[in-house]
């Protein structure tokens, strides 16, 4: 136990007080072990809202606290909980605690939750919650209303699934329709036959890809054989929308996509190392190309100063384009086949911020130029025109990689500003080095 | 009138056969202009579904082109669509249009979607639709249904709105609570009376958080009487979430956070150039670090050579972090006062990834060494040194700056990549060089 400067007791009643999501907030500014005092001090039931309501490193480490303080409430919590809930907490705990807290639940309750942990956790079978509503068709419009009354479910669905005795999925019913029907009329007579089904083991990105797509607020999940297992929700949808969003941001620069600020130290080396190594390899290339211009460097070191201003201004703009497509992509705007105009408005927009920073660049060096001797505004000259030609390079590229990259079958996202710098920096090294080489004579 | 290889009357009967999202599909692949043809030769109804469904860009040049060929059509099609979807659609069209099309409709339907349109966009009331189910609280459950039943929306909405004689809200009603009431009972007592509801100028990012926060599908939009003006459903906010977070990544590299993919070369102008300017400036600090080692360059050229591969790798590291952090405050994964641990565990897998990208960079310069004289190995170690301190240095930034953004009440994403960059790579300079000058008689 640790020693507190809260009063566990009066800070639970004021969280049981309060909504589940601004409880969770509240439990979240605690450490694991304060937490899980405070959930143990409040009901049942509000303290699984309140977890439920989390965030998922936040809630299981709470869990785990609570697991050792007292097993018993634990696993009465865990059974109150809606089963997805309880099944994404459980996910995350080590085998021994899992095993020993559903040793401590209702065998019933136990068994629904070690069917639902049998699915992998991104996939619609991990997602579904297995609490729904449902009527067999063979059943009246009154038969109906009376096996809602009676249901336990404690949601307020918009609909009611429709199945046979044998629980084959066999369509929906809206309670509106139920509401207008005649006590008499057969559910088989008034349900919508035209329902759409996943199989659990669809992945959660395809999953979230349906909502977005047909606008559903619930999707039922079905075996092979068409029977009903569960049902994914909207609201869990949405939290993967945001995740995997996100995870795009992680693989542009090769960090692990699973990897959260909370990962492990060893879990984030082990996620960033292999890029940070293709890292090394591709700005080797850049290396490679300034080593060419050896020998103009030591005679016109200023070179060295200015090229990674140009090579930043050419991986920026690149960045720029990258991240604009990238959305794109992830929008599903961008159309089949119509890719090239787009790459070259890209290349032109670089073009023009390329000539607008070259003269920019070249006007401060004119200016400044008694630090580079007298010849500086050939040096601002040189550094203008390579200038533009980098940034219509480094936007051609950021925008023409991740369609390529979607177009060979990869992830358009996956290590792709990595692969942008590599062509940034060699090219605005080669350009400029390259021009003032040529232009060596006039130059020196 | 184009030139067709298409049958606009089969390719409109195919389409017409499709589920609305698949339609659009099909009709996002076409030009605007055979879009229309498309959808001047299908069903009012189902036309205005599918390019409901559409993307919007694509959407509203179909529409442009409907306009120009048949506005009857086009004006019937916007009076049959959700008065939401019409509206995100009216509001892409310039002004000449959008009141042309207007004057064809009804008038009560285009005063109703004038209404719409005086909402910012981006707001709650730009998002909600004004087709909801309502009762009166002095209704009995039978007057109720009744009224349901005679309702023109037609949606399957899981509850309906419990409102006044003045419009005000006073609750909500689900109809599983409807449905098993006694036919006398009275609304105002079976009705939920705590009831979320927003104002019409609240934000869209908000409102998403709105509906993460607390789970909803539908939120009800008040004026400041709390008289009910319309309802934003989940599905509109999904999107909002998805182009919220793509929007993140824009601003991280200085995009501008409304570009699209399909904005005109103007506005990604106007977008990213004064960011390029900024990034300008803050590359020209890495230029004057460099500039102070200029003696030290013409000495030593290889040291130029190696420079990009040491701030590169650096810079990858310290985007690692970043996307990393950044992923953790949308997800709002960092507890507050907690930042600290964070960022040391940051610092900590980039002195590792730095000690271990230092060992290959300084082991192949030993064994490449004979490109580099001699003393190559003296070389090595300094490289190796210099990378594990940059990328600590790296990691350090990438996870604390956006944390330092937010604690100042500036957008954490905003440019953050170019911030990074200006310290990574005028630390990595400065380490490296720094190293190079201080052991040089060693060195050389």
Not at 89 to 105: G, I, N
Not at 233 to 260: F, H, L, Q, Y
């Amino acid at each position: 136990m640790l020693e507190h400067t809260i009063d566990v007791p009066v800070l639970a009643s004021a969280v049981e007080a309060q909504d589940s999501a601004d409880a969770a907030d509240t439990l979240e500014a605690l450490s694991g072990s304060d937490a899980a005092e405070v959930l143990g001090k409040m009901g049942v039931d509000s303290a699984g809202e309140a977890l439920a309501e989390m965030v998922l490193p936040l809630a299981s480490s709470a869990l785990v606290a609570l697991i050792g303080d007292d097993i018993g409430f634990a696993a009465a919590m865990l059974e109150s909980m809606a089963p997805d809930d309880a099944t994404d907490l459980l996910q995350e705990l080590d085998h021994a605690d899992r095993e020993s807290v559903l040793a401590e639940m209702h065998p019933s309750a136990a068994n629904g939750l070690r069917r639902l942990l049998d699915h992998h956790e991104e996939s619609a079978g991990g997602m579904m919650t297995t609490e729904f509503l449902a009527v067999r068709e063979d059943m009246t419009a009154d038969e109906a209303t009376e096996a809602i009354r009676r249901s336990a479910v404690d949601d307020d669905p918009h609909f009611t699934f429709v199945i046979d005795w044998e629980g084959h999925l066999r369509g929906t019913l809206s309670l509106r329709r139920l509401l207008i029907a005649d006590p008499g009329e057969l559910i088989s007579h008034i349900c919508n036959r035209e329902v759409e089904a996943i199989p659990p083991e669809l992945d959660r990105e395809a999953v979230a890809r349906e909502f977005e797509k047909y606008d559903f607020l619930v999707l039922p999940v079905v075996d092979a054989e068409h029977r009903l297992l569960g049902v994914v929700e909207v609201d869990d949808v949405i939290e993967i929308i945001r995740a995997e969003s996100t995870e795009d941001a992680n693989r542009m620069v090769g960090a692990g996509k699973e990897e959260a600020v909370y990962s492990t130290a060893r879990e984030k080396l082990k996620g960033r190392f292999p890029w940070l190594l293709v890292n090394l390899f591709t700005s080797s290339i850049a290396a490679i190309v300034v080593l060419q211009f050896e020998g103009l460097i030591t005679e016109i070191a200023v070179l060295a100063v200015l090229m990674p201003v140009i090579a930043n201004q050419a991986g920026n703009a690149g960045q720029q384009s990258l991240a604009v497509t990238l959305r794109g992509i992830v929008l599903e705007q961008i159309r089949p086949n119509r890719a090239m105009p787009l790459i070259l408005r890209e290349a032109m927009v670089g073009l023009i911020n390329g000539m607008l920073g070259g003269l920019v660049v070249g006007l401060v060096i004119c200016v400044v130029g008694s630090v580079f001797g007298d010849a500086s505004w050939r040096l601002g000259v040189v550094a203008a025109l390579a200038m533009t030609a980098a940034l219509a390079i480094g936007t051609f590229t950021g925008s023409s990689l991740p369609l390529l990259m979607r177009r060979l079958g990869f992830d358009p996202a996956t290590a792709s500003t990595i692969f942008l710098t590599m062509v940034t920096d060699s090219m605005s090294f080669f350009v400029f080095l390259g021009l003032a080489s040529a232009l060596h004579s006039w130059l020196a």
